[in-house]
């Protein structure tokens, strides 16, 4: 299951990571738009794993796996994008 989760998060990742390249060659050269679509790239996979795993986890915790819910996943997977956002940036971008 993980496996079919990493190739379409990868491929939907692929896809959107392109797509915000053009914007951030644009608006900023081609050093923010690799920041971008790498960044787009990891957030997309960690989002699917984190929505994939939360009830797993929990229900090993013995707590009701219900609470992974959509908000619960989401303010996970959006506080680890910040994150990745940063790291990626701070390690591809000159200060």
Do not use: H
């Amino acid at each position: 299951m993980i496996l079919k989760e990493l190739g379409v998060a990868t491929l939907l990742g692929l896809t959107m990571g392109l797509t915000v390249s053009f914007l951030g060659l644009l608006r900023g050269g081609a050093e923010i738009a690799l920041v971008v679509a790498l960044t787009m790239q990891a957030i997309v996979i960690v989002g699917s794993l984190i929505g994939l795993l939360l009830p797993f986890i929990l229900m090993k915790l013995k707590l009701d796996p219900a609470t992974a819910s959509a908000p619960l996943v989401t303010s996970i997977a959006d506080a680890t994008g910040v994150v990745i956002y940063f790291s990626i940036a701070t390690a591809l971008l000159p200060l």
